[in-house]
């Protein structure tokens, strides 16, 4: 079974491609356009193996979500991605796996991807 990467980003396009690209490679792909949304989605019984996360969003942002996801014994254990158009000066307390850059590497990002779902 394909591991699932749920991407969340509020840039549509962003999401249609980066969906798009990671089905290409073999993995499951849920979006959700803002922090809120993946959080209904992962306790509403969705799952994921990794999530891409970017961090200015509406509703809620990646900074909340991140907060959120950690206290949550069900979610902690999560590996994310950050994918974000901004200089983070404490991305370090965000406690991520990796982060990129906008405009995204495809590639690169799906690197990341395998190197936290070794089984695809």
Known sequence: MPATVLVVDDDRDL???????LRLEGFTAAQATNGREALDY??????????????????????????EQREDPGLASIPVVVLSG??????EELGVAASFNKPVSFPGIVGAVRRLCPAV
């Open 86 to 91: 901004i200089e983070a000066d404490h991305m």
């Open 15 to 21: 999401l249609r491609l980066m969906t798009k690209f």
């Open 42 to 67: 992962l306790r509403g019984g969705g799952s994921a193996n990794v999530i891409l996360l970017d961090l200015r969003m509406p509703v809620m942002d990646g900074w909340a979500f991140r907060r």
